[in-house]
């Protein structure tokens, strides 16, 4: 039908896997990192015709804590929204980069 789904047993397994996830979860685990983290999430979140959308965006974005911890993320995130792109692609790329650093 072309139309999006957000019942679960409509959802492709990959959608459904992050069903337990909700755009407050996203947003309060961002605002414990920093409020550029929180702005770059809420951005993933309100741009897409669904937050669900966004749900793998913010989960990337998020992780990066994993290898570069909740310091760097947030100078990434504080660097990708002055640069007018709070994308995932961009803070991997200032954190690979190291232009965060600067």
């Not at 605002?31 to 983290?37: E, Q, S, V």
């Not at 702005?39 to 959308?53: A, F, I, S």
């Amino acid at each position: 039908s072309g139309r999006f789904s957000t019942q679960p047993h409509h959802m492709p397994e990959s959608h459904r896997r992050h069903s337990e996830w909700s755009p407050h979860r996203f947003l309060s685990w961002a605002r414990k990192i920093g409020p550029a983290t929180h702005t770059v999430v809420r951005h993933q979140l309100e741009n897409r015709p669904h937050p669900e959308h966004g749900y793998r965006a913010c989960l990337g974005i998020l992780h990066q804590v994993r290898h570069y911890g909740n310091e760097r993320l947030e100078r990434a995130c504080v660097q990708a929204v002055k640069i007018g792109s709070p994308t995932y692609k961009s803070i991997a790329s200032i954190l690979k980069k190291g232009l965060d650093r600067h």
